[in-house]
């Protein structure tokens, strides 16, 4: 099977794969990376491979750009405490957590090599995280700490994974140089993506031909990645950085004959790409696992494939409360301003710290030899399926369960956030009705048409109802289930 049909077959297994996820009810990621361990199986699949490079370059600038463009910037400014506890804290306690815990059950195993995988599966992945919660009805303020976090935490999982690969092939480590590049990643990147986007903003009217126009919405996020990383920066702040800046001029930006086109192509385009992303994490799992066979005992694999999952999912949620309740008790300025949030919507954000793309690259781009060119990179493939395990487990696990918790739980919703949003379809909605009001006295315009229009949007304006507690079903009194409840007592971080 040449790589012509392996493309073909796994076009043909996202399909089919994607029909039978929606009809079961099941996130699409997970049914992805059990139909790819399936296909791994079949004794006629060949085996699969790709750069590990070329994941993050052909992958990730499209899939951060999207999750950057549906990021609100005031938002993210408004919760930058949190999301940046989160993306750098809890990354680096992670890390840590992760390694000594794999040093204390094989203690063969070097601490650096330890913290190599540490910093692998540190980081939850964006992608991961938004393609499992965004069927999910959840408060806004928790899919704001969720993508804000996911966005900006692999530029410090990849500092700690360079710098603990270079210990371990070169023997040595700077915790000086390790700092300076970090913010050296940081200030590059953004600076990168701001410039770039600004650009864009400025070159786009210019265009005006549809098709280069979608064109540039593709290729700015790969030149972001591809500058910044040209310079040592973080390829992955470019691109989110230069997505937060063309979605905040978007509005003038973007006429709405160029968003319905657009929109089609990338919402097909991410389809493809998260599909076969996931796809390749169970196309790998089976290898991986077999290479394993010879070398460790199986009690200890099993044991490291239980405990290092449920490490790192302890880490976070004893960083999570404790950043919830702790700060707020340790700091009365941030209680006055944030009351104590519920336990119930802390425990979402606990639990959902998916692993994906950032953890499947790094992972397989460990490399072969040490510095010397002959000796083999001690432990490759124990750390590199452990990282596997880690996102497999957090996937199917956490992604799983996550709709049932939802479901369970009573989640406290912020009264402020879903006022502005009621605020703003009922404005909307007016201005649609008065400007179609206006062309009752175009004769260019049949009237049939331009009557049922009305129709649809007079009935948009009475389901509006007088305030975001209306019920969406006029008929039913407001519940959790046709509506959220409104707690305004609680903010839910």
Sequence with gaps: MNGAEIFLV????????AYLAQRVNMAQPIAFVLAGMALAMLPEFPKFEIAPEAILLLFLPPLLSEAAYFTSLRDFRDNQRPILQMAIGLVVVSC??????????????????????????????????IAVTKKISVPKRITVLLEGESLINDATGLVLYKF???????????????????????????????????????????????????????????????????????GVLAVVAAGIVMSWHAPKLF??????????????????????VFLMIGLYAPAIL????????????????????????????????????????LFPSI???????????????????????????TALALPLNLSDGWTAFPHRDLIIFLAFDVILFTLVLQGLSLPWIIRKLSLTYDMNTLQEQWCARKEATEAALARLEDMRGDHTIQSAALERIISHYRDRMESLGDGPNTPLNKNEPPTSENHPIIQTENRIW
């Design 10 to 17: 796994m076009m043909l297994a996202i399909s089919v794969v």
């Design 96 to 129: 840590a957590g992760v390694a000594y815990t794999l040093h204390w059950m094989m203690p063969e195993v070097s601490l650096a090599v330890c913290f190599v995988l540490g910093a692998i599966i540190s980081p939850p992945d964006a992608v991961a995280a």
């Design 164 to 234: 603990a690969v270079a210990a371990v092939v070169t023997g040595s480590f700077s915790l000086m140089d390790a700092s300076l590049h970090f913010v050296w990643m940081c200030v590059s990147g953004i600076t990168i993506g701001i410039a770039l986007g600004l650009l864009i903003v400025r070159i786009f009217p210019r265009i005006q031909e549809m098709s280069v126009e979608i064109l540039a919405t593709f290729l700015t996020p790969y030149a972001a990645y591809l500058l910044a990383e040209e310079v040592h920066g973080s």
């Design 255 to 276: 006429p709405p004959a160029f968003r319905i086109p657009a929109q089609a192509v990338w919402r097909m385009t991410t389809f493809v790409l998260n599909g076969i």
């Design 290 to 329: 077999r290479s394993l066979s010879n070398t460790y005992e199986f009690s200890d694999v099993l044991a490291l494939s239980i405990v290092v999952p449920l490490v790192a999912i302890l880490i976070r949620f004893a960083w999570i409360y404790a950043l919830a309740y702790g700060m707020r008790y």
């Design 335 to 361: 209680r006055a301003r944030d009351p104590y949030p519920t336990w119930q919507n802390v425990f979402v954000i606990a639990w959902t710290g998916m692993r994906g793309v950032m953890s499947l690259a």
